[in-house]
């Protein structure tokens, strides 16, 4: 082991103590409990910030997913088309839910949910009499799907779109936030997301009625009465009002997070452009990406284990890309619509570590670990 440990990507508080600002107002007033000021204020600031009517603070963003699905009707039996190439949170809910996900292939251009792809298994399952209840969109580490021709799609067989928003707070596409442009957007802020409240999710939408009833949901379905009662069934899922507090402090300093993820992709791409088989994540010039990680593919002699190694032994944290669900063993039943493009990515990419605290020499170091390995 040689020098201080470099993360992929981990909590950074504001310098100016934003976080402990809010959270010390919360002990004061003693909102410790569920809900409260900083509840409110936090989806409102949010929900501001990215220009959307409405939004609800959950525990996670796994909770936000499935409140979406629920808001989007869907049920034991229904499919979902999912985009195959993702954290599992991401399809969990589905299951949750006893629906039957449908995973859909990425293409180079994104990353994400190719079109044809969904086009495709449109088509398919039309021809069985089938159409799907939602479509789970994702913008993977930051990269914006394809929103034009997806939303165009879902519009046409008028299926709701959900946005997996989770790791692209901050994200632009074409000049809108990501999350904003299907029906339901869901953000997380886990601990290794671009702001974090410890743990903590968050969905949006324009539908204030169904924000409202995720609401309801997500506070044990306490229909109004002086008593307990309950026509339908319940969730605990609200965010806390202490960790509210983390969010809205985080939020004021969601712009240098972005600045400084950028600037890290900036500084792989510059040093790694004589490094022959790189290909850095393709951050299309439709979109402003948040650059939440740095990931490459590696199409020449070094491969992804042997970059992964070799900063391993160095202290440095790096990790593959995430595996398909299709290719998840718990996940081997369902279709897959598509062509292999993320198996692909999957095989040949690597996250850099991408840290908003690693300094120009921990870059450089690196950075000179990962050229060593093409001499
Ligand atoms: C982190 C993440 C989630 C889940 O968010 P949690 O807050 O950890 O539940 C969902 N989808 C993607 C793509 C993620 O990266």
Redesign the pocket.
């Known amino acids: 082991m040689s020098g201080e440990k470099i993360y992929l990507s981990s909590p950074h508080m504001s310098d100016e103590g934003y976080e402990m600002n809010f959270i010390k107002e919360a002990f004061e007033s003693n909102w410790i409990a569920p809900l409260g000021r900083n509840v409110n204020e936090f989806e409102r600031e949010l929900a501001n910030m990215v220009g959307i009517k409405s939004a609800a603070a959950l525990s996670?963003?796994?909770a936000a997913?499935h409140m979406a699905l629920k808001a989007a009707g869907v049920s034991e039996g229904d499919i979902v088309f999912c985009q195959s190439l993702?954290?599992s949170?991401?399809a969990n809910p589905i299951i949750y839910e006893k629906a039957v996900p449908v995973f859909i292939d990425s293409d180079y251009e994104t990353w994400n949910m190719s079109p044809s792809a969904l086009q495709k298994a449109f088509e398919k399952y039309g021809k069985l009499g089938k159409k799907p209840k939602a479509v789970i969109v994702?913008h993977l580490y930051g990269l914006s799907a394809n929103m034009d021709k997806i939303s165009e799609i879902c519009n046409k067989y008028d299926v709701t779109l959900i946005e997996?928003a989770?790791?692209s707070l901050g994200t632009l596409y074409k000049g809108r936030y990501t999350g904003t442009i299907g029906d339901y957007g869901v953000f997380?802020f886990?601990g290794n997301?671009i702001i974090t409240t410890s743990?903590g999710?968050m969905l949006i939408s324009d539908n204030e009625e169904s924000i409202n009833k995720v609401k309801f949901w997500a506070t044990q379905s306490r229909d109004p009465a002086r008593h307990y009662q309950h026509s339908e069934l319940g969730f605990n899922y609200r965010m806390s009002n202490v960790l509210a507090g983390i969010g809205r402090g985080q939020l004021m300093i969601l712009n240098q997070r972005i600045e400084k993820k950028r600037y890290i992709f900036e500084y792989y791409k510059k040093m790694l452009k004589d490094m022959e088989g790189i290909h850095m994540m393709p951050v299309n010039n439709w979109s402003k990406s948040n650059c939440w990680l740095s990931c490459i593919l590696l199409r020449g002699k070094v491969k992804p284990l042997d970059i992964i190694l070799a900063l391993e032994k160095n202290n440095i944290e790096s990790r593959p890309i995430w595996k398909p669900m299709h290719m998840q063993p718990f996940y081997s039943g369902y279709d897959f619509v598509g062509a292999g493009v993320s198996e692909i990515i999957f095989e040949d990419g690597v996250c850099l570590p991408s840290d908003t605290k690693m300094t120009d020499e921990d870059l450089n170091r690196t950075v000179s670990i990962i050229k060593g390995l093409w001499i």
Do not use: Q
């Open positions: 996670t963003g796994t997913i993702t954290f949170a991401t994702v997996d989770a790791e997380s886990n997301k743990g999710g």
